[in-house]
């Protein structure tokens, strides 16, 4: 087995030309492997914290050059000598090392990078796909994979940004995300043509009705400056039924509040209408639009502390609408098990840099899935040219990603990748159907 020979990391860019940190493991085998660390806009308070050169002045305090002199001075030699194909050992390893709660120490961004760059060398020392070598890394972490029926593996069915809200764009809508799924798609292909057809009809009528549809928000997707959110929802549906697909049927929705994120003093301000709504109107509010438009999936729909409105919401639409918890879990078991006793939520978003190391990720993703909680794979807003976050998908049978529009290469370097892999897997690969039987589909009343 190779041992790891060096770590070395190194400050790069990521897709919101921030800096990020991408270390690189190279083993006594010569075989190596590397990782970039991607970055949220909207945070939650539990996640991983990121090591920046706060302090200094350069490029405005966002620079990791401390996180780089941490790699030399004690990730680099505390690693060096370990088995490749030890995640475990490696993952734990950097745990001791940062031995804080937070990551605060060595920092998650680190952790994620260098955790993700092993994970790639021991694929390359085995000579295997990285979705392989990931899926018995999952396999060896107790995560049993969801069953795929004939196929070997199960590809995600992507939840893909049409148009951005909230941090991502500009705060004009308070919703961060306005999402399609193709619920009928028979193949990952499949699905990207879907997109691809109401991606292209939806640019064309909000440029007719006069609105911006030239420029992307962060994750590729539009970010015009509509009325409301409602008025979102709509022109989606729009371009659904003008691609000849039948909203409900065909595609449904999905929508990201990362309402902490317009949360303040116990009231929901969520401009551009409805303004400063407490927790029972919001949940009047979720009641209202998933009974009125084909929305299967909120995620981040309250604040994440707002605990007691999660439960409430939870009794009250869990049974038919798929609520992800993102900032509210933040990938962290502690948090999973605690929302989990209260009977909070019934998804859950899985980010690695929120959690920090690979194994860390693993141990939440199997504690969901054990207790029936659905699994959506995500990217985040600042993202990079990487595509392991495609493989993790696979690797796992997760069953959905959501890593953004299909513009942008940060975003398409995951679906590109999740084409290939379904080429390459031909019938041992089929797509998850999540929404195929378990929630009742939508039907549409117009
Ligand atoms: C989210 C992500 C991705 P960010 O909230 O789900 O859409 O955004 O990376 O900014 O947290
Ligand atoms: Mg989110």
Known sequence: MARIR??????VFDSRGQPTIEAEIVCDDGSSGRAMAPAGASRGVA???ELRDHDSPRCNGRGVRQALERVRQIIAPALRGLPIDDQVGIDLRLLELDATPNKRRLGGNTLVAISLA????????LRLPLYVHLRSLARQSGYCCLPAGN???LLPLPMVNMISGGLHAGRNLQVQDFLIIPRQARSFAEAMEIVYHVHRILGQLLRSSGY??????????YGPKLRNNEEAIEVILQAIHRSDLHPGRDVVLALDLAASHFYRQGKYQLAPSNKDL????????????????????????LAEEDWQGWKLLTQKLGARVQLIGDDLFATNLCRLRWGMGQGIANSILIKPNQAGTLTETLAVMREAQRAGYR??????SGDTEESWLADLAVATGAGQIKVGCITRSERLAKYNQLLR?????GHQGQLARPFGDLFEPWTISQ
């Open 47 to 49: 996640e991983a914290q």
């Open 421 to 425: 892999i379904e080429e390459a897997l």
């Open 212 to 221: 911006e549809a030239y420029l992307v928000a962060d994750e590729g997707g």
């Open 278 to 301: 407490d927790t029972a109107a919001m949940i009047e509010l979720m009641l209202s639009w998933t009974n009125h438009y084909p929305i299967v999936s909120l995620e981040d729909p």
């Open 151 to 153: 196929g070997d593996y």
């Open 118 to 125: 092993a994970a790639h060398a021991a694929a390359h020392h």
């Open 6 to 11: 060096e770590v070395r990391a190194r400050e």
């Open 375 to 380: 699994l959506i794979v995500s990217a985040r």
